[in-house]
């Protein structure tokens, strides 16, 4: 391969695993292999399906021992939807997300496989959020049920009747078909009609409780107050700052930030230049020794396509630099890297700061004339012996079949995919149907 990489693979096939050549790409292991990396079957559906299934399990135990009878029945039910609206909420917090994946990445790569390709899946934390709010959901409306059938206090009555209606608004929005038509409605829901629904709820918790000294010493005005703390912290932290943009081509838009922040590779930023209404998260791009980062921002939508045509000189930030998927990467001896058109942004902080041995598959249209000299010239110092597809040139590649080769000749232990939606399961489920550990963006948020 030589160092300019804008070639598909060429080298003379050697024999992978299981004596199967690499350029030929075998069956699944087995049909329970094929089934459980099937996406519906994907870390994130089991922890749905896991939340559930426990509140199941709470319901019909509560119904053995009579806990969803009584005059105490509003309270206990009120008790679940609490808890479960806190999961719900906590779970998707910057801090707590760092914390999980710094928590799974501590394992040494002398662990089982096994054991670190699961740990690697913790990404999929975004299936406690969801199996949470379904089941917050579900527990609120049956306690305003069992407030209204024993005539519970009118401000109580009035302020719940409120909550459902968002509740069920935020779950409506969010359903799949939903989210994806109308991905603007269902976040501008998720965050307004958020916020509405946890000023109700505590207007409500204070009718219940009797005033708002009892709320401030029960457990349920504590608990309100560390979601009110966690939803309010990334705001707290809301600024807009100066950016440089550089435009390679009038499809990507490279975006450099240096106002004393340098975040930790691998992390995101979201950024926004209406903070109230539309917010993007992309990979941040630091570069060891230099202060400061960039963003790559392609052109993939309207509003990506105005920044690209329009760029600011000022965006949005808030919170703290955030985890991503191919943070995992730490986990494994040696990685592959697929990444499609501008899916190089969030792998390049990874090749840079070379922590683990790794190798790049980049397929995009005339990388050069796209992202830029620059750009690929900095990649490749770092991955002389990277694989860059011009599509353009040599057509769409088999990127199953692609990254099975490049995974077997590089014999890494995973294969990290940064792609599209289609692609990116392609891949994904096709590498793990062969028992390769494989990972990618699930898009659940």
């Keep these: ?48 399906a896991a939340v559930l299934a426990g509140n199941a399990a709470l319901l019909a135990y509560g119904l053995a021992v009579g806990w969803w009878h009584g005059p105490g029945a509003a309270d206990g039910l009120g008790v679940a939807a609490l808890a479960n609206v806190a999961l719900a909420v906590l779970i998707r917090q910057q801090y707590v997300i760092n914390l999980l994946f710094r928590l799974a990445t501590r394992a040494p790569t002398r662990w089982p496989l096994r054991v670190r390709a699961t740990l690697g899946k913790v990404y999929h934390f975004g299936g406690l959020h969801v199996g949470a709010a379904l089941a917050g959901t579900a527990w609120f409306l049956a306690q305003l049920g069992a407030l209204t059938a ?21 779950v409506g929005t969010a359903l799949p078909p939903v989210r994806s038509r109308r991905h603007d409605l269902f976040e501008r829901t998720h965050r307004l ?18 005033g708002p000294v009892a709320l401030a010493a029960s457990p349920q005005g504590w608990v309100l107050a560390v979601l009110t703390a966690s939803i309010a912290l990334p705001w707290l932290r809301l600024r807009r700052v100066p950016v440089v943009v550089q435009r390679p081509s009038s499809h990507v838009a490279l975006v450099h930030f240096d106002h004393g922040v340098t975040p930790f590779p691998g992390s995101s930023t979201a950024v926004s230049r209406s ?16 202060s400061g980062f960039r963003l790559t921002v392609s052109r993939a939508g309207d509003w990506t396509g105005r920044f690209v045509d329009d760029p600011p000189r000022r965006v949005w930030v808030k919170g703290i630099s955030t985890a991503g998927v191919a943070n995992i990467e730490t986990l494994f001896r040696r990685v ?10 969030p792998v390049l902080p990874h090749l840079l700061a070379g922590q683990v041995p790794a190798h790049l598959v980049w397929v995009a249209r005339r990388h050069r004339e796209t992202f830029g000299d620059d ?16 599509t353009a040139r040599d057509g ?18 995973a294969v990290i995919c940064i792609s599209n939606r289609p692609l990116t399961w392609q891949v994904v489920r096709g590498m793990e149907e062969r028992g390769v550990p494989a990972y990618g963006a699930i898009w659940d948020s």
Excluded at 150 to 170: D, H, I, S
Excluded at 194 to 209: E, I, K
Excluded at 275 to 290: D, I, K, Q, Y
Excluded at 336 to 345: D, E, H, M, P, R
Aim: aromatic content about 8%; some cysteine; overall charge positive.
């Design 1 to 48: 391969m030589t160092t300019t990489g804008l070639r598909p693979v060429s080298t003379p096939p050697r024999t992978g695993p299981a004596g199967h050549p690499d350029d030929v790409l075998p069956p699944p292991v087995s049909t329970l292999r094929r089934v459980l990396a099937h996406p519906r079957f994907m870390h994130h559906h089991r922890l749905v």
């Design 150 to 170: 024993r005539g519970g206090p009118p401000g109580a009555l009035v302020t719940g009747y409120a909550v459902a209606v968002l509740l069920l608004a935020v």
């Design 193 to 210: 009609g958020g916020w509405a629904a946890l000023l109700l709820l505590w207007a409500q918790a204070g009718f219940l409780a009797g």
């Design 275 to 290: 903070p109230l209404w539309e917010w993007h998260s992309f990979a941040n791009v630091p570069t060891p020794g230099r």
């Design 336 to 345: 592959l890297y697929v990444a499609t058109g501008s899916g190089i942004g």
């Design 375 to 390: 750009l690929v010239d900095e990649i490749l110092a770092h991955q002389p012996d990277a694989l860059l597809w011009d």
């Design 396 to 413: 769409k590649p088999d990127m199953l079949r692609l990254a099975w080769q490049a995974c077997r000749r590089y014999d890494a232990e």
